[in-house]
Each structure stands twice: as C-alpha cells, then as structure tokens.
C-alpha cells in the first residue's frame, strides 16, 4: 500500500517536472534547511526500503543485484544533495539545459510506475 502512495507521489513529480523543468531547476538552485534536509533524509529512508522490498521479491540474481547498485546510488545522491558541501554540485546542475531536467523527470516518473506497479 505505502509503495502505491510513493509510486504516485514520484509519478505526479515526474509528470509535473516533465511539464516545468524549470521548477526542478529552480528547487535545486536553492539552499537547503536543516528541516528540509532531514525532510529529504526521511523521504530517501522511506523509499529505500520500498525499493530494498521490491529488490528482494524480484526473480533472478542479476535483477536483485541492479536494483541493489541502484539503491545505492540514490541514497548516495540524496546524501551528496543534501550535505553543506552540496553548493558546487548544486552550481553545476543549474546550468544544465533544460532537457536534461526533463530526461531525470522522465527517470522519476518511470521509477514511480515501478513503484506503483511492483
């Protein structure tokens, strides 16, 4: 049930980052609070384990370890996002073009229909 609610929630992000990657561009541009980090710490948590759940009922090994790699490399960008010495990488990303945006909006929202469908 809790992984069809985040799946919806990343879905409706993505869907809407799609259609304004400017508001992605703009969320990120901005610093970080203390309230908002541990917001962000408690959100990847929360979808951390709904991804470790859907890695473990996942037939095969090579599926279980790609899904494992890709845990990994999401909470690690959630970290890195997060930290006081995120401001460079943060600096980096609102230069990106708007496609790029729209290319990881399309990442989120296909993450959330795994989520919503798994």
Partial sequence: MLAKI???????????????PEKLRARL???????MRWITYGFAATFGFLLLGSIIKA???VAKIAGLVGMVITIKIVILLASKTSE???????????????IWAAFIAATGLALFFG
Avoid: A, D
């Avoid at 985040?6 to 304004?20: A, C, E, F, P, S």
């Avoid at 541009?29 to 309230?35: F, L, P, T």
């Avoid at 460079?88 to 729209?102: A, D, E, H, N, V």
């Fill in 6 to 20: 985040m799946g919806t929630i990343w879905v409706m992000l993505g869907i809407m980052w799609l259609l304004k």
């Fill in 29 to 35: 541009g901005r610093k970080m609070s203390r309230k």
């Fill in 59 to 61: 037939p095969g090994m």
């Fill in 88 to 102: 460079k990488m943060i600096g980096w990303l609102s230069t990106k073009p708007l496609i790029f945006f729209r």
